[in-house]
């Protein structure tokens, strides 16, 4: 340990620290822009200039190591006179296009300008006109007037996805960031740029131009597209001040988070959101005669409910067959694997998942959904799919399907739906399958609950509701609190569980693995 | 493939071995490639990087980033005109200007025949003739528009 002063306190910090470290640890910032936690220093915006006690000349935060008594000031005159001017530097060629920009309103230049800078500039010449709209690769566009040459992106696509498309061509005031021709930024962590570029230099194609980002609100989520489900922030704008709005969520960031995904997400996931909108289901649906008629949640439960009753008091309940995926959280499984394999015995438990794609050997993993290892923990004993012998007729087939990403699935459940008297379908989605069940109910995604899941690595994540859920959809925790109690096999149980957090409560009294995790 | 001479094959490989890490020749197998082809072709860039184990990114960013490495060819006589501070003072410009007039052409430029590239350059290090510039690897100094002309008429 070493003791410092920083601003007149005194503190203890961690030998080996830099400066900047140090005085985040004690929640002082100082500004910087090239300096990115992922990487090590490189000393090249010159914003974090700090006053050292002793030393002739201002040092560089980000990258002088602390020392045993050392006494440093992050907001002296000198300091703050210094800031100024490097900003004056940064902002000499720096078009002042923020009204257009993707950036504004997050952009960290902006920022310390409003809190270091408002000087006229000194510079009476004109600004270097270059290149503003080069496209590095397919997701992202460089303005090069908006460039300060922090080169984050050059050493992010250097050190962390070892790609390296990106380069410094030239020098001095003609130096541009640019890739060798033929080889643009192509890689699947691409979208991660735009998000590490701290002006608006690097702009994501996909979100450019859509909205200001002020009107943005952001849900912390996980990201369901595979089994290392990242920590995402899910930006969604909420109408106002433009009522008519066509779209609801508008990117998916990377949420910081050591332990799974650091600062990054794949494209696979930033990209993939449409699903969170498009052809949603929103009502619950009838079919009777052939007619598909818009019926009501509790009366269509109750339904359910009795048609299992029957089965369950004829001692039949391997005539009922559930499907599950393993988007489901923690919470939903463990109440299915309560109900349908411990409440109800011998009931036909199938597991149909969206078919497995190509993993990167980083972040993205084959399987595409983000709860296989919680299914495997929790205990739920899915058949093999397609099943060793043939089944038999189904009285009642309840499905929870999951299907983002193409139609891959359905043949697999119409071969089941051929085998069955009654079914229900719980979809988050609008699906062909639709018109083959009786009844329909629309159910949330992910975005749109709060539970946990574990991923991979067994790493167990809780998330928030991030989104608020279309129409009527209920989350597949009701639905199945509903059913639990509906069958009032174990009533009491079911009733205590009002909250996910009460679910989650008794699944890490009933296994140990979710034990101690908070 | 690149279109090398034997005798440069042979020192460039020379050249990498003697390096712990083969990616530190990298100046020195461009200066060998520029000297034969008088600049350093796309392909060559492609070439180098995979000779030396490198992006083709990265040998591109060397290349810009030295003014002497040239990605395009050049006349038969590069004439590289001083404009710093000592040549300047001495009348660099008017010098320039008078080449700009004489042969047609901006700096960065060459004349339709192929013969003449004219570009300015940092100090040349020989202030003590200032205004300056260099043909080629030759140095002239204290020049006028007479000397222009006399130096010029004398090349072939």
Not at chain 1, 291 to 300: R, T, V
Not at chain 1, 437 to 447: G, Q, S
Request: charge should be negative.
């Amino acid at each position: 340990m070493v003791k410092i002063t920083i601003d007149g306190r005194q503190v203890e910090v961690k030998e080996g620290m830099t400066i900047l470290q140090a005085a985040e640890s004690i929640g002082i910032e100082i500004p910087h822009l090239c300096f990115h936690p992922a990487f090590p220093p490189e000393g090249s915006c010159r914003l974090c200039l700090v006053e050292i006690e002793g030393r002739p000349k201002l040092e560089l935060a980000c990258s002088t190591i602390v020392q045993e008594g050392m006494t440093i000031s992050t907001q002296s005159e000198t300091v703050r006179q210094a800031r100024r001017s490097v900003l004056e530097f940064l902002l000499a060629e720096h078009p002042l296009d923020c009204p257009i920009c993707d950036k504004a309103g997050n952009c960290q230049l902006q920022d310390y300008y409003q809190e270091y800078g408002l000087f006229d500039s000194q510079f009476k010449e004109n600004k270097e006109r270059k290149s503003k709209k080069v496209a590095l690769g397919k997701n992202l566009i460089l303005d090069r007037e908006r460039c300060i040459l922090c080169t984050r992106c050059v050493r992010f696509l250097k050190e962390i996805t070892r790609t390296g498309e990106l380069g410094v061509f030239q020098r001095g005031l003609r130096s541009e960031i640019d890739y060798f021709p033929g080889q643009p930024v192509d890689n699947n962590y691409s979208g991660n740029l735009a998000e590490l570029c701290p002006v608006g230099a690097i702009t994501d194609k996909d979100f450019r131009f859509q909205t200001r980002s002020w009107f943005l609100q952001s849900g912390p989520s996980i990201c369901p597209h595979c089994s290392r489900a990242c920590s995402i922030y899910i930006d969604y704008h909420v109408g106002f001040p433009r009522v008519e709005l066509d779209k609801y969520v508008y990117r998916i960031r990377a949420r910081e988070n050591p332990e799974i995904n650091d600062y990054w997400i794949c494209d696979f996931g930033r990209y993939n959101y449409a699903y969170l909108e498009k052809k949603r289901a929103t009502k619950v649906l009838v079919r009777e005669n052939g007619q598909a008629q818009e019926g009501d949640w509790d009366s269509q439960i109750e339904r359910l409910v009795k048609k299992i009753k029957e089965f369950y008091l004829k001692k039949k309940t391997n005539r009922i067959g559930l499907v599950l995926h393993s988007a489901l959280t923690n919470e939903e499984l463990y109440l299915a694997k309560k109900i349908f394999q411990e409440d109800l015995p011998e009931v036909n438990i199938f597991l149909i998942d969206p078919p497995e794609g190509e993993g990167d050997n980083w972040l993205l993993t084959p399987s595409r959904t983000p709860n296989l290892k919680g299914l495997e923990l929790i205990g739920l004993q899915p058949q093999k799919f397609p099943p060793e012998k043939p089944l038999t007729e189904l009285e009642i087939l309840i499905i929870f399907a999951y299907l983002p990403h193409g139609e891959d699935q359905y043949n697999q459940l119409r071969s089941l739906l051929e085998k069955s008297h009654f079914s229900v379908l719980f979809t988050a989605h609008q699906t062909a399958l639709m018109n083959q069940v009786d009844v329909v109910f629309p159910t949330t995604l992910l975005a749109e609950k709060e539970g946990s899941v574990v991923n991979v690595e067994e790493k167990l994540q809780k998330f928030p509701a991030a989104l608020t859920p279309p129409g009527t959809a209920r989350s597949e925790r009701e639905i199945l609190l509903t059913l639990g109690r509906g069958l009032g096999i174990n009533f009491s149980f079911y009733r205590q569980l009002k909250t996910p957090a009460a679910v989650f409560d008794q699944l890490s009294q009933d296994i140990s693995y979710f034990r101690g995790s908070k | 493939m690149m279109d090398l001479s034997p005798e440069t094959r042979k020192k460039i490989t020379q050249l990498t071995a003697k390096y712990p890490q083969k990616q530190a020749a990298l100046l020195p197998v461009l200066h060998l490639i520029q000297n034969e082809m008088g600049y350093i072709p796309q392909e060559a860039e492609i070439w180098v990087a995979e000779l030396l184990g490198l992006q083709p990114v990265r040998v591109k960013e060397v290349i810009t980033f030295y003014t002497m490495f040239l990605e395009k060819p050049i006349g038969r006589y590069h004439l590289q005109v001083c404009t710093n501070l000592s040549c300047t003072l001495a009348g660099a410009e008017h010098i320039l200007n008078y080449l700009i007039k004489k042969l047609g052409i901006k700096p960065g430029e060459t004349t339709a025949d192929g013969r003449f590239t004219l570009t300015t350059v940092e100090c040349l290090g020989a202030c003590e003739q200032a205004p300056c510039m260099m043909i080629n690897f030759d140095y002239y100094g204290n020049l006028t528009p007479e000397k222009i002309d006399e130096i010029l008429d004398g090349l072939e």
